[in-house]
T-cell receptor, first 116, second 112 residues
Framework: DARVTQTPRHKVTEMGQEVTMRCQPI?????VFWYRQTMMQGLELLAY????????DSGMPKDRFSAEMPDATLATLKIQPSEPRDSAVYFC??????????????FGPGTRLTVL | GQNIDQPTEMTATEGAIVQINCTYQ??????LFWYQQHAGEAPTFLSY????GLEEKGRFSSFLSRSKGYSYLLLKELQMKDSASYLC?????????????FGQGTELSVKP
């Protein structure tokens, strides 16, 4: 069955290290979203893409975060350098976006990041 | 601006009915979603409302009043497995790529 996949599922790293998270959206979906979830802030949108083009990354700290879609089957979120405050669960979601009947988003299982 | 309000937590008894409210103030509106999220898992879709009224799907129903900026999720015949966080999310107007604005979520605890 079609699912959004994310790797790694868990990542523990030290402050200052680079972290790369990957997402494979559902085949045929043309919008991809990156979210961060913490107990304090809840679910926050970091960036999203439509047809591989970035539409909005205003929720993302630009000095250390970057998001890309090298191709239609891969989205990446990179943090360099990482900081302890980046510890969170990072979700990727995909959807049919504009043109679909109701823009439902399908979430991946998330990457649980811990920065020591 | 964008603002979505939900109660932080609620408690209910197994077999009972619970209503989770959501109020929103957003610049434009193109529909409202409810998602369920169990601890440690990803959010999963429950319902979508774009017109006023009640949408029923099994034990779950969702209501929308656009003029009041108000929605609720109604859960009937509560089961222990319904203990989860329930997220209200608003979809801005078309042309914004399907970007959802999420509330903080309501943590529902179902007791025996």
């Amino acid at each position: 069955d079609a699912r959004v996949t994310q790797t790694p599922r868990h990542k523990v790293t030290e402050m200052g290290q680079e972290v790369t998270m990957r997402c494979q959206p559902i085949l045929g979906h043309n919008t991809v979203f990156w979210y961060r979830q913490t107990m304090m802030q809840g679910l926050e949108l970091l960036a999203y893409f439509r047809n591989r083009a970035p539409l909005d990354d205003s929720g993302m700290p630009k000095d250390r975060f970057s998001a890309e879609m090298p191709d239609a089957t891969l989205a990446t979120l990179k943090i360099q350098p990482s900081e302890p405050r980046d510890s969170a669960v990072y979700f990727c979601a995909s959807g049919l976006g504009v043109g679909s009947s109701y823009n439902e988003q399908f979430f991946g299982p998330g990457t649980r990041l811990t920065v020591l | 601006g964008q603002n979505i309000d939900q109660p932080t937590e609620m408690t209910a008894t197994e077999g009972a009915i619970v209503q989770i409210n959501c109020t929103y103030q957003t610049s434009g509106f193109n529909g409202l979603f409810w998602y369920q999220q169990h601890a440690g898992e990803a959010p999963t879709f429950l319902s979508y409302n774009v017109l006023d009224g009640l949408e029923e799907k099994g034990r779950f129903s969702s209501f929308l009043s656009r003029s009041k900026g108000y929605s609720y999720l109604l859960l009937k015949e509560l089961q222990m497995k319904d203990s989860a966080s329930y997220l209200c999310a608003v979809l801005p107007p078309r042309g914004q790529g399907g970007k959802l604005i999420f509330g903080q979520g309501t943590e529902l605890s179902v007791k025996p």
